[in-house]
Protein backbone atom coordinates (compact mmCIF):
# COMPACT_ATOMS: atom_id res chain seq x y z
CA UNK A 1 0.00 0.00 0.00
CA UNK A 2 1.57 3.20 -1.34
CA UNK A 3 2.36 5.83 1.30
CA UNK A 4 3.24 8.76 -1.50
CA UNK A 5 -0.02 10.34 -3.36
CA UNK A 6 0.71 11.52 -6.63
CA UNK A 7 -2.24 12.95 -8.76
CA UNK A 8 -4.12 10.67 -10.97
CA UNK A 9 -3.42 12.65 -14.09
CA UNK A 10 -2.40 15.34 -15.68
CA UNK A 11 -1.94 17.41 -18.96
CA UNK A 12 -0.76 19.97 -21.21
CA UNK A 13 -0.78 21.03 -24.82
CA UNK A 14 2.97 20.64 -26.46
CA UNK A 15 5.69 23.06 -25.14
CA UNK A 16 3.60 23.51 -22.18
CA UNK A 17 5.19 22.91 -18.59
CA UNK A 18 3.42 20.26 -16.24
CA UNK A 19 4.17 19.48 -12.96
CA UNK A 20 3.78 16.30 -10.79
CA UNK A 21 3.31 16.30 -7.20
CA UNK A 22 4.72 13.55 -4.63
CA UNK A 23 2.84 14.09 -0.97
CA UNK A 24 4.50 11.92 2.00
CA UNK A 25 4.89 11.97 5.65
CA UNK A 26 7.46 12.60 8.16
CA UNK A 27 8.59 8.88 7.82
CA UNK A 28 9.62 9.15 4.19
CA UNK A 29 10.30 12.22 2.13
CA UNK A 30 9.90 14.36 5.44
CA UNK A 31 12.73 12.12 7.04
CA UNK A 32 15.04 13.67 4.75
CA UNK A 33 15.16 10.66 2.28
CA UNK A 34 16.27 11.35 -1.05
CA UNK A 35 12.84 10.79 -3.81
CA UNK A 36 13.89 9.32 -7.22
CA UNK A 37 11.49 9.18 -10.25
CA UNK A 38 10.67 7.16 -13.41
CA UNK A 39 8.82 7.09 -16.38
CA UNK A 40 6.66 4.20 -17.57
CA UNK A 41 5.09 3.50 -20.86
CA UNK A 42 2.62 0.28 -20.96
CA UNK A 43 4.32 -2.77 -21.61
CA UNK A 44 7.78 -1.19 -21.69
CA UNK A 45 10.48 -1.33 -18.73
CA UNK A 46 10.46 1.72 -16.23
CA UNK A 47 13.06 4.37 -17.07
CA UNK A 48 14.96 6.12 -14.56
CA UNK A 49 14.39 9.88 -14.47
CA UNK A 50 15.49 11.73 -11.60
CA UNK A 51 17.85 10.12 -8.52
CA UNK A 52 18.70 11.68 -5.20
CA UNK A 53 15.78 14.33 -5.85
CA UNK A 54 17.38 16.35 -8.78
CA UNK A 55 19.95 14.49 -10.77
CA UNK A 56 19.55 13.63 -14.04
CA UNK A 57 21.15 10.27 -15.13
CA UNK A 58 23.35 10.33 -18.82
CA UNK A 59 20.72 10.65 -21.70
CA UNK A 60 17.68 12.35 -19.62
CA UNK A 61 16.78 15.66 -21.39
CA UNK A 62 17.26 18.56 -18.80
CA UNK A 63 13.43 18.98 -19.85
CA UNK A 64 12.78 17.17 -16.94
CA UNK A 65 13.82 18.00 -13.63
CA UNK A 66 13.16 17.41 -9.88
CA UNK A 67 13.40 19.14 -6.04
CA UNK A 68 12.22 18.09 -2.64
CA UNK A 69 10.54 20.29 0.00
CA UNK A 70 9.57 19.09 3.36
CA UNK A 71 7.31 16.38 3.15
CA UNK A 72 6.77 16.73 -0.88
CA UNK A 73 8.25 16.26 -3.94
CA UNK A 74 7.89 17.67 -7.48
CA UNK A 75 8.82 16.69 -10.75
CA UNK A 76 8.42 19.06 -13.28
CA UNK A 77 8.77 18.68 -17.70
CA UNK A 78 9.30 21.95 -19.60
CA UNK A 79 8.77 21.98 -23.25
CA UNK A 80 6.22 19.05 -23.38
CA UNK A 81 6.80 16.84 -25.93
CA UNK A 82 4.42 14.09 -27.37
CA UNK A 83 6.75 11.56 -26.30
CA UNK A 84 6.57 12.39 -22.86
CA UNK A 85 3.09 10.85 -22.60
CA UNK A 86 3.47 8.20 -19.81
CA UNK A 87 3.31 7.07 -16.77
CA UNK A 88 5.18 8.57 -13.66
CA UNK A 89 5.81 7.54 -10.27
CA UNK A 90 8.23 8.90 -7.28
CA UNK A 91 9.82 6.42 -5.11
CA UNK A 92 10.99 6.68 -1.68
CA UNK A 93 12.31 4.77 1.32
CA UNK A 94 9.86 4.48 4.42
CA UNK A 95 11.26 3.98 7.72
CA UNK A 96 8.00 2.68 9.13
CA UNK A 97 7.61 -0.34 7.15
CA UNK A 98 10.33 -2.13 8.45
CA UNK A 99 12.47 -0.10 5.94
CA UNK A 100 10.96 -0.32 3.15
CA UNK A 101 11.37 1.17 -0.65
CA UNK A 102 8.05 2.94 -1.68
CA UNK A 103 6.51 3.90 -5.20
CA UNK A 104 4.21 6.59 -5.39
CA UNK A 105 0.60 6.10 -6.66
CA UNK A 106 1.64 7.02 -10.46
CA UNK A 107 0.57 10.17 -12.12
CA UNK A 108 -0.37 9.80 -16.11
CA UNK A 109 1.16 12.39 -18.35
CA UNK A 110 -1.11 13.81 -21.28
CA UNK A 111 -0.40 15.45 -24.14
CA UNK A 112 -3.44 17.44 -25.40
CA UNK B 1 26.06 -2.23 -22.19
CA UNK B 2 24.20 -2.89 -19.35
CA UNK B 3 21.32 -5.09 -19.64
CA UNK B 4 18.84 -7.02 -17.54
CA UNK B 5 17.38 -9.87 -19.19
CA UNK B 6 13.97 -11.97 -17.22
CA UNK B 7 12.71 -14.64 -17.86
CA UNK B 8 9.39 -15.32 -19.97
CA UNK B 9 5.69 -15.81 -18.56
CA UNK B 10 4.18 -17.80 -16.44
CA UNK B 11 0.63 -19.71 -15.51
CA UNK B 12 0.46 -21.15 -12.11
CA UNK B 13 -2.48 -22.14 -9.94
CA UNK B 14 -3.33 -20.78 -6.55
CA UNK B 15 -1.01 -22.19 -3.94
CA UNK B 16 1.81 -22.99 -6.48
CA UNK B 17 4.91 -21.10 -6.45
CA UNK B 18 6.27 -19.06 -9.52
CA UNK B 19 10.59 -18.54 -9.77
CA UNK B 20 11.49 -15.78 -12.42
CA UNK B 21 14.93 -14.78 -13.31
CA UNK B 22 16.97 -12.14 -14.21
CA UNK B 23 20.10 -12.15 -16.02
CA UNK B 24 22.29 -9.17 -15.89
CA UNK B 25 25.37 -8.28 -18.52
CA UNK B 26 27.41 -5.72 -18.91
CA UNK B 27 28.67 -5.29 -15.28
CA UNK B 28 29.23 -7.53 -12.46
CA UNK B 29 26.18 -8.06 -9.86
CA UNK B 30 28.67 -8.15 -6.67
CA UNK B 31 29.11 -4.24 -7.06
CA UNK B 32 25.23 -3.76 -7.20
CA UNK B 33 21.74 -4.89 -5.63
CA UNK B 34 18.73 -5.82 -7.62
CA UNK B 35 15.49 -4.99 -6.18
CA UNK B 36 11.89 -6.44 -7.89
CA UNK B 37 8.96 -4.83 -8.15
CA UNK B 38 5.16 -5.67 -9.84
CA UNK B 39 2.47 -4.55 -11.29
CA UNK B 40 -0.91 -5.67 -11.06
CA UNK B 41 -3.34 -5.12 -13.56
CA UNK B 42 -4.60 -1.31 -13.36
CA UNK B 43 -2.38 -0.78 -10.64
CA UNK B 44 0.90 1.07 -10.06
CA UNK B 45 4.28 0.26 -9.53
CA UNK B 46 4.98 -2.28 -5.88
CA UNK B 47 8.04 -2.68 -4.36
CA UNK B 48 8.85 -6.44 -3.50
CA UNK B 49 12.44 -6.72 -1.74
CA UNK B 50 16.09 -6.47 -2.53
CA UNK B 51 18.93 -8.50 -2.65
CA UNK B 52 22.46 -7.94 -2.69
CA UNK B 53 24.91 -8.20 -5.48
CA UNK B 54 27.90 -8.73 -3.05
CA UNK B 55 26.77 -10.88 0.29
CA UNK B 56 23.31 -12.25 -0.77
CA UNK B 57 21.87 -9.99 2.10
CA UNK B 58 17.66 -9.66 1.57
CA UNK B 59 15.20 -7.03 2.62
CA UNK B 60 11.44 -8.06 2.21
CA UNK B 61 8.44 -5.86 2.10
CA UNK B 62 6.41 -6.53 5.25
CA UNK B 63 3.74 -7.72 2.29
CA UNK B 64 5.81 -10.52 1.16
CA UNK B 65 7.57 -12.04 4.58
CA UNK B 66 7.13 -15.73 4.84
CA UNK B 67 6.23 -16.44 1.20
CA UNK B 68 9.23 -14.44 -0.80
CA UNK B 69 12.60 -15.75 -1.90
CA UNK B 70 15.14 -14.05 -3.09
CA UNK B 71 18.86 -15.56 -4.44
CA UNK B 72 21.67 -14.46 -6.42
CA UNK B 73 24.20 -16.75 -8.51
CA UNK B 74 27.25 -14.72 -9.01
CA UNK B 75 28.92 -17.83 -11.20
CA UNK B 76 25.89 -16.70 -13.76
CA UNK B 77 25.55 -13.01 -12.29
CA UNK B 78 21.41 -14.04 -12.13
CA UNK B 79 19.08 -13.38 -9.98
CA UNK B 80 15.85 -14.81 -8.77
CA UNK B 81 12.63 -14.08 -6.85
CA UNK B 82 9.97 -16.45 -5.66
CA UNK B 83 7.24 -16.27 -4.54
CA UNK B 84 4.85 -18.91 -2.41
CA UNK B 85 1.30 -19.60 -1.73
CA UNK B 86 0.21 -17.57 -4.49
CA UNK B 87 -3.70 -16.33 -4.82
CA UNK B 88 -5.36 -14.96 -7.49
CA UNK B 89 -4.05 -11.44 -6.58
CA UNK B 90 -0.49 -12.05 -7.45
CA UNK B 91 -1.72 -11.50 -11.01
CA UNK B 92 1.20 -8.97 -12.27
CA UNK B 93 4.58 -8.24 -14.14
CA UNK B 94 7.31 -8.74 -12.34
CA UNK B 95 10.32 -6.68 -13.16
CA UNK B 96 13.54 -7.17 -11.75
CA UNK B 97 15.69 -3.87 -11.16
CA UNK B 98 19.61 -3.04 -10.89
CA UNK B 99 19.69 -1.40 -7.26
CA UNK B 100 22.62 1.65 -7.00
CA UNK B 101 24.09 -0.12 -3.60
CA UNK B 102 25.62 -3.36 -3.33
CA UNK B 103 26.16 -4.47 0.21
CA UNK B 104 22.95 -3.16 1.99
CA UNK B 105 19.44 -1.69 1.42
CA UNK B 106 20.21 1.62 2.17
CA UNK B 107 17.71 4.97 2.39
CA UNK B 108 18.98 6.10 -1.06
CA UNK B 109 18.28 3.53 -3.33
CA UNK B 110 17.35 4.10 -6.84
CA UNK B 111 16.95 1.58 -9.80
CA UNK B 112 18.67 2.39 -12.69
CA UNK B 113 18.21 -0.13 -15.23
CA UNK B 114 15.00 -2.27 -15.47
CA UNK B 115 14.25 -5.64 -17.16
CA UNK B 116 11.84 -6.23 -19.45
CA UNK B 117 9.28 -7.39 -16.95
CA UNK B 118 7.62 -11.10 -16.68
CA UNK B 119 3.73 -11.59 -16.66
CA UNK B 120 2.73 -13.96 -13.96
CA UNK B 121 -1.05 -14.85 -13.78
CA UNK B 122 -2.19 -17.31 -11.33
CA UNK B 123 -5.34 -18.91 -12.88
CA UNK B 124 -7.36 -22.09 -11.76
Known amino acids: QSVLTQPPSVSGAPGQTVTISCTGS?????????VHWYQHLPGTAPKLLIY???NRPSGVPDRFSGSRSGTSASLAITGLQAEDEADYYC????????????FGTGTKVTVL | QVQVEQSGAEVKKPGASVKVSCKAS????????FSWVRQAPGQGLEWMGW????????NYAQKFQGRITMTTDTTTSTAYMELGSLRFDDTAVYYC?????????????????WGQGTLVTVSS
Open chain 1, 91 to 102: QSYDRSLNGSGI
Open chain 2, 51 to 58: ISGYNGKT
Open chain 2, 97 to 113: ARASDSSAWTTGEFFDF
Open chain 1, 52 to 54: GNF
Open chain 1, 26 to 34: SSNIGAGYD
Open chain 2, 26 to 33: GYSITNYG
